[in-house]
Every structure is written in C-alpha cells, then in structure tokens.
C-alpha cells in the first residue's frame, strides 16, 4: 500500500472539509452492503409479512433511500451532495443460502451523483440506516439480531476512477 496523506487532516492536524471547489463534475457511483443476522423465526416474520409495525422490508428501504440523502448531517467532513440516484434492496437470507449458517437480512444500495466529491459514504450510511431500521422494526422480538458486514463493495468515477471489492461474502 502506497503512503497517502488523510484529506480531512490539515499540515497543522485539524479536521477539516475538503475543498472541492476546483474539482470537476463526474458521474459517481457507490455500491454498498449490509447484513442483519437474525432467528429464523424473525426471518419468516419479515418475509411473511406479519410484523406488527408492518412491512419491514419496505421501511427499511424507504428509510436507506432518506438516509442517503441525509448523510452529510451524520458525518461531519461529508459534502453535501445532490444525489441522483439511490436505491436500497433487501433480500431475506434463509437456512442454507450463506456459508456461515446464518439466516437474515441482506442490502445492498447504490448511490449516484454527479459532483466533484465521491458518494461512498452515503451508500454506507443507506446501508448502514436500512439494517438498522429492520432492527428497529423487530427488536421487541428478537434483541439478539447482528449487523454485520457493511462495507463498500464499488466505487466508481473521479480522479481515482474505478475501485472494486475483490471478494464478495
């Protein structure tokens, strides 16, 4: 690994928000992912739909989408970004499917923008708020629930063009 300089540090060790100013505008995409572990009695809850707060899955979508966009009130460094596109997508993982045993939930999201700073950490946060609001929507029956595993799977556009995840869970 090649040494790099933080760019939210400055010479005198402040934090600070990168100036983008002289930056140009390119299309920017993120893909990220998260994993709520869960009983399998949860999981047939959430995909039968008979959760008492209503449609988790459908929330959780909703709530990654609102999340993305409000990212930069997170995150302090964050630009704020007119994001193009987000889209969150949650998959039931039942007995059997990963290799570690586990049944639960898994999202992924993809985030676009065209702007001069990247979209990487909005994907994370979507991913990140989705996950905890199935947790939300479902602790009063399973407080034992994990996330797991959120991490940037691709980014795309800028200086550094295309960067991807060699492996995948």
Known sequence: MTEQKLTHIDEKGDVRMVDVSQKADTERVAIAEGFISMHEETLAMIAGGTAKKGDVLACARVAGVMAAKRTSDLIPMCHPLNITKAKVECAP?????RADGRVGVHVTTTCGVTGKTGIEMEALTAASVACLTIY?????VDRGMEIMDVRLLLKDGGKTGLWERAEQA
């Open 136 to 140: 939300d929507m479902c602790k009063a």
């Open 93 to 97: 993982v039942f007995a059997g499917e």
